[in-house]
């Protein structure tokens, strides 16, 4: 399994972004998929993620700003960000999960892409 992270750039704040994931996922559709950001030397915070049947899990920092969304077609879960903030500055990481108790949980998922860095300026 193999994630790749991509989008990820230097906005101006009030801006947009959106990131993209590409799974190399035989069953892509039977995993839950998320995003998370850490800053350096802080944990891997949660973000947003979708289950396999679509639904939708936010962060409160990013509800209303951010959209996570999946196509299975393409093997591909996007993450728009919109109204981005200095705050929002930071390395964001997708990963995937099967199974599992938590969609917010670090620790519950089981492949992680190498991260994409977002830098919002004020």
């Known amino acids: 399994v193999q994630l790749q992270a991509s989008g990820g750039g230097l906005v101006q704040a009030g801006g947009s972004l959106r990131l993209s994931c590409a799974a190399s996922i035989r069953t892509f559709n039977s995993y839950s998929m998320g995003w998370f950001r850490q800053a350096p030397g802080k944990e891997r915070d949660f973000v947003a993620a979708?289950?396999?049947?679509?639904?939708?899990y936010y962060a409160d920092s990013v509800k209303g700003r951010f959209t996570i969304s999946r196509d299975n077609a393409k093997n591909m879960v996007y993450l728009q960000m919109n109204s981005l903030k200095p705050e929002d500055t930071d390395v964001y990481y997708c990963?995937?999960?099967?199974?599992?108790?938590?969609?917010?949980?670090?620790?519950?998922?089981?492949?992680w892409g190498q991260g994409t860095l977002v830098t919002v300026s004020s």
């Open positions: 990963a995937a999960m099967i199974g599992g108790s938590s969609y917010t949980k670090a620790f519950d998922y089981d492949y």
């Open positions: 979708i289950s396999w049947s679509g639904r939708t």
